[in-house]
């Protein structure tokens, strides 16, 4: 069984690790179901393990080390945070297919808003074509990042997930190069247009995971 929990308000990132710590250690021991936690965190920027100093550009918000996988990422308000605690021992021991699979949970809960998102090759995360904005200077389409993917596993069991942008202030992103990628920008499901909140992500989100995850039996 896959646990389900949605934070109130908005929870310090230093609370969640040592939150996501002790329920990893708990599903490793059999102490405890996977779980799926829905966060919103105060404006702050993490670096992952492959984080370059140089593109921290102006550290306006708290910083702070995340240990997962990847480099700079800011988290804020309007930005749901999933945080997913899935024992990898009984889904199978491939990293790989566990991003992907992350992957492409986002790209279906995002097209119940029909929005297509799409992966890039060299680039983990979800993207979203922009032929409204101008091409880059190669000539190339622009394409926003509005999902970030970065995972950490113990003993096979996974913490640390995604963050999808539903309706943070972008302006927010000026402070780092997020995920290392420049030229290509961010975006949110508002910035496209589309006028949902959280929990209506949410919703998508607990609809599409069977078909990406499916139930494990005990």
């Not at 990042?145 to 113990?154: C, E, F, H, M, Q």
Request: contains cysteine.
């Amino acid at each position: 069984m896959t646990e389900w929990i949605t934070a109130p308000g908005l929870t310090e990132y230093d609370e969640a690790v040592a939150f996501m710590e002790a329920r990893a250690a708990a599903i490793h021991a059999g102490e405890a179901d996977e779980l799926i936690w829905l966060v919103e965190h105060p404006p702050l920027y993490t670096a992952g393990t492959s984080a370059k100093e140089a593109d921290l550009l102006d550290a306006r918000f708290p910083v702070h080390a995340a240990g997962r996988g990847g480099q700079y990422t800011y988290h804020g308000p309007g930005q749901r945070i999933v945080y997913v605690m899935l024992d990898l021992n009984r889904r199978g021991r491939d990293i790989r297919a566990f991003v992907a699979a992350l992957e492409n949970w986002v790209i279906d809960a995002l097209s119940e808003f029909n929005v297509t998102g799409e992966i890039r090759d060299g680039r983990v995360g979800v993207w979203v074509a922009r032929p409204d904005k101008a091409a880059l200077l190669d000539g190339s389409m622009r394409e926003d990042k509005i999902a970030a993917i970065g995972v950490k596993l113990r003993k096979w069991v996974s913490f640390h997930g995604i963050s999808i942008n539903v309706e943070p202030d972008l302006s927010h992103y000026a402070g780092i190069v997020p995920c290392g990628i420049s030229g290509h920008g961010v975006t949110s499901l508002v910035d496209l247009g589309h006028p949902v909140g959280l929990g209506d992500l949410d919703v998508a989100l607990m609809r599409t995971f069977p078909d990406n995850f499916p139930p494990i039996s005990d």
